[in-house]
């Protein structure tokens, strides 16, 4: 007796056009043609065996005989184990031995690792962001939301997209409208839920909403500053099989980052509550925006995470506020700081320069099919994610709060999702509509953003802000100094 099943780490989303697979350990995904999505339907959470699977596949495919169906279906699993999307074996023992929970007690857990492509000699996309950015067009499907749940946060800092007038009357969204959001995101194919605010720990519920998320067979990232993290809530966290906690750390030195955070004593508090995620064997991710005042030292972060073995990223473009305010980029590097910066990054962030190197040039790509890259969207916004925030505001992006889509409290996700018009207008925008940066140069070093364009400049979404197209032109310019050192 030949038994499968879904691997606890993953998840499966099929539709009548393709079949999704995605893995939160290892960080990988597949995604299949129609036949690969029949396939996928015949696995579950609970056991299978392999000859009863078979027969209900002949229902489907009546001129095929069950040796050449049977053949065909083991090839599949065989390939989805291998890689640990499923577990294959005779006995529920051995279905539980092969299932792998997250440790940190192995040499490289896998949050240090993050890249979509894959390893196989299936005839799979090679790069499922790309295959899934083409499949969108003209039929979006909702895959990611990042909920709000609590507009209130416990710290203020100095970059915040969010503006402090917001937290300061801040408020949760009850949690029964949480629960019937998620209901309803689940029918509609959703498979990743973030947890946010504000501060998603300030929510006197967020474990029960994370469970909620469990039950409803979502994918769970948190993200939170950690100083209102309670000792009792991490057992739970690690019974829910979190996909990621991601938290911000601006410096090893504690005024430093408390300056940021303008909280006297958060670096102590979020740095202990780290030690104990990673202690539980929780996956966290260490995420360092970097300004002004904490641009030299930025190393010791990524040197403290990496004694954790978690994976921790900088950010040195800083966006404007959501309320089109431009004062915290006051606290954005010059150029000049940029290129200083930029070269302690490639000389000691080992995981930028592995990033750099395998990633695929834009150039390529619309030299191969310059009509086909234009019609591609410039991101995912309005057509495989969005953001609902504690009064029930739909907006397309974390910090695009100036751009409503719609209300959950007046129309359902569903009917914002399929007809608002600003959702509409988003799905007009495309590579075509950013003509000059077809023949940039440096587009292969952009960091192009919508909200960004639209929080600094008033309101516009095309009004691209000259500093993005110099950092681009420096990024470019280092990376080709580097690589002529063979330093890259």
């Known amino acids: 007796m030949k038994l499968i099943r879904l691997s606890k780490n993953s998840f499966i989303r099929t539709t009548n056009r393709y079949g999704y697979i995605t893995n939160q350990l290892t960080r990988h995904d597949r995604s ?41 279906f083991m090839e599949f699993a065989e390939s989805l184990a291998h890689d640990k ?16 929970d997250f440790t940190y007690a ?88 973030t947890l946010s ?16 998320c469990r039950e409803k067979d979502l994918k769970i990232s948190i993200l939170s500053n950690l100083i209102a993290l309670k000792d009792e809530q991490i057992p739970a966290l690690k019974e829910v099989n979190l996909s990621l906690i991601q938290v911000s750390l601006y410096s090893m030195n504690p005024e430093i980052h408390d300056f940021i955070t303008t909280v006297q004593g958060s670096f102590e508090r979020t740095k202990a509550s780290i030690e104990k995620l990673v202690a539980a064997d929780i996956p966290v991710q260490i995420s360092c925006p970097i300004m002004k005042v904490n641009r030299h030292g930025f190393d010791k972060v990524l040197d403290y995470a990496k004694s954790l073995k978690i994976k921790a990223q900088t950010d040195y473009i800083m966006m404007a506020r959501s309320d089109l305010d431009t004062e915290n980029l006051a606290n954005r590097l010059s150029l000049d700081e940029t290129e200083e910066l930029l ?3 490639i000389e000691h962030d080992t995981q930028y320069r592995d990033e750099t190197l395998e990633q695929l040039p834009i150039s390529d790509e619309i030299k191969f099919n310059l009509e ?47 007809n608002s018009e600003r959702v509409k207008q ?33 309101g516009d979404m095309f009004a691209i802000n000259h500093h993005f197209c110099d950092v681009a032109r420096l990024n470019k310019r280092l990376v080709e100094e580097y690589k002529a050192k063979g330093l890259l």
């Open 343 to 345: 070269r302690d990054i």
């Open 106 to 193: 192995i040499d490289n857990p896998k949050t240090m690792v993050d890249n979509f492509y894959q390893a196989t000699n299936e005839k799979v996309s090679e790069n499922t962001q790309d295959f899934f950015l083409e499949e969108v067009q003209g039929r979006p499907l909702i895959s990611s939301l990042q909920f709000e749940l609590s507009s209130r946060c416990n710290e203020r800092c100095i970059h915040c997209y969010i503006p402090n007038e917001k937290k300061n009357k801040g408020f949760d969204m009850p949690t029964a409208k949480v629960k019937s959001i998620l209901d309803e995101f689940a029918a509609m194919g959703g498979i990743h839920v």
């Open 32 to 72: 299949y043609d129609e036949f690969g999505a029949d396939l996928l339907r015949e696995i579950s959470r609970e056991p299978r065996e392999i000859d009863d699977i078979i027969k209900h596949l002949m229902t489907i495919y009546e001129n095929v005989d069950f040796y050449t169906l049977k053949t065909d």
């Open 197 to 212: 605010g504000g501060e998603a720990f300030l929510h006197k519920d967020l474990i029960e909403i994370a469970r909620y």
């Open 426 to 458: 988003l799905r007009e925008v495309t590579q075509a509509s950013f003509p000059q940066c077809l023949e940039c140069d440096a587009r292969d070093y952009c960091a192009r953003c919508l909200v960004r364009n639209y929080n600094e400049s008033g």
């Open 372 to 418: 086909r890259f234009k019609k591609q969207p410039v991101c995912g916004v309005g057509y495989d994610n969005c953001c609902i925030t504690a009064n029930g505001d739909v907006y397309p992006c974390a910090g695009w709060q100036d751009y409503v889509l719609g209300n959950v409290y007046k129309q359902s996700l569903q009917e914002i999702w399929e």
């Open 85 to 100: 999307f499923i577990v294959l074996g005779t006995t529920l023992e051995e279905l539980d031995a092969k299932d792998d």
